[in-house]
């Protein structure tokens, strides 16, 4: 069974760095693109940032562009973000998906979730 497993959210000060990671089990990670949605409170869950089954590709949305980067280690079937220069527009709760396909900024592309873990940036 399928599982992905996000960490390394918390609460930062505006321009701080954070890097949320996500593992996933139960499927063949190397096969999978891995993306990041967020959901800020009351909102809906949007895409952040993808990146492809062999790497080569990434995609990011246009409020995290140079701000953000989204790595994945084959050896460790884990997916990275890495935010620099936070600000309270970032927070929410970082959800870690996987698609059997190539990259997406769909929310209904892709097949497993996690739980998500919580940003928080503060002014």
């Known amino acids: 069974q399928a599982q992905l497993v996000e960490s390394g959210g918390g609460s930062v000060q505006t321009g701080a760095s954070l890097r949320v990671s996500c593992t996933a089990s139960g499927y063949t990670f190397s096969t999978f693109t891995m993306a990041w949605f967020r959901q800020a409170p009351g909102k809906e869950r949007n895409f952040v940032a993808a990146v492809n089954r062999n790497d080569a590709n990434t995609e990011y949305s246009d409020s995290v562009k140079g701000r953000f980067t989204i790595s994945r280690d084959f050896a460790k079937n884990t997916v990275y973000l890495q935010m620099n220069r936070l600000t309270p527009e970032d927070t929410g709760v970082y959800y870690c998906?996987?698609?059997?396909?190539?990259?997406?900024?769909?929310?209904?592309?892709?097949?497993?979730w996690g739980k998500g873990t919580l940003v928080t940036v503060s002014s």
């Open positions: 998906a996987a698609r059997n396909g190539g990259l997406s900024s769909y929310r209904t592309a892709y097949d497993y």
